[in-house]
């Protein structure tokens, strides 16, 4: 038995003990995925969609979550930029399989503040700050070269220089409004623990089916 399935076999989700506040509910699992030395624990599956209904999804690293919601960073003129400019309705979801546990989170997404985004991308290995110029990310490209050529190029360009963060690259926030806890249980009867924002700014938590 691995460590990770010994951890999850005794756990249980229970409407009184759960955190009256999701992110710090949230805190807590993603402490126990990390310490279960989860791989990519922080990976999440980010949905959006078209005005018109139509969604998409794809994974996202989060970098930071705090009262305010989930960070992840990206190119705002990819597909999912494009569709969060014209819909900012999102939801995220964890899939923790080893743990037996799954997060579904809905809100809005906002930009963050360009100094939030300067900061991260300052942070990033030198390679990944000159794969963010280059990439005009989901756009049709002729051959794999292109990039690799433009990466060599920018190197040399910016040798010995801070690399500045491209204006179409940055953090957004996914600020939640819904946010289900799954903790998978014996016989199929699993716990659900939806927490559902209300108008005067409190947490709602209510028990699921499973
Ligand atoms: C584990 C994993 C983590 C990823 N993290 C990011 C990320 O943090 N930001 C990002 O833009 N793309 C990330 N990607 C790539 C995206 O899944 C996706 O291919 C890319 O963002 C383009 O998506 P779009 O065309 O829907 O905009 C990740 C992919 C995987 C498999």
Redesign the pocket.
């Known amino acids: 038995m691995t460590t990770t399935t010994r951890i999850h076999k005794h756990q249980n989700l229970n409407e009184r003990k759960v955190h009256p506040d999701p992110l710090k509910q949230f805190q807590r699992w993603f402490a126990s995925a990390i310490n279960a030395k989860l791989p ?1 624990a922080e ?1 999440m599956i ?1 949905a ?1 969609a078209t005005p018109d209904g139509k969604p ?6 989060l ?1 930071h979550v705090d009262h305010n919601g989930f960070v ?4 705002y003129r ?6 969060l400019a014209r819909n900012p309705r999102a939801a995220l979801t964890f899939s923790w399989i080893p743990l037996e546990r799954q997060i579904r989170i809905e809100g809005i997404v906002t930009k963050v503040s360009p100094e939030d985004s300067d900061r991260y991308f300052q942070s990033r290995p030198r390679d990944s700050q000159i794969s963010a110029i280059i990439s005009a ?2 756009e049709e490209i002729p051959h794999r070269n292109v990039l690799e050529r433009m990466a060599k190029k920018l190197s040399e360009r910016y040798k010995n220089k801070p690399i500045p963060r491209p204006l179409q690259w940055g953090g957004y926030c996914l600020k939640p409004t819904r946010v289900e806890f799954w903790q998978g249980r014996k016989a199929r009867l699993h716990d659900r623990i939806l927490y559902t924002l209300l108008r005067n700014g409190k947490w709602k938590i209510q028990r699921l089916a499973p």
Do not use: I
């Open positions: 990519l990976a980010l959006t998409s999804s794809r994974a996202v690293l970098k992840f960073y990206t190119n990819s597909r999912k930029g494009k569709e990310q989901s």
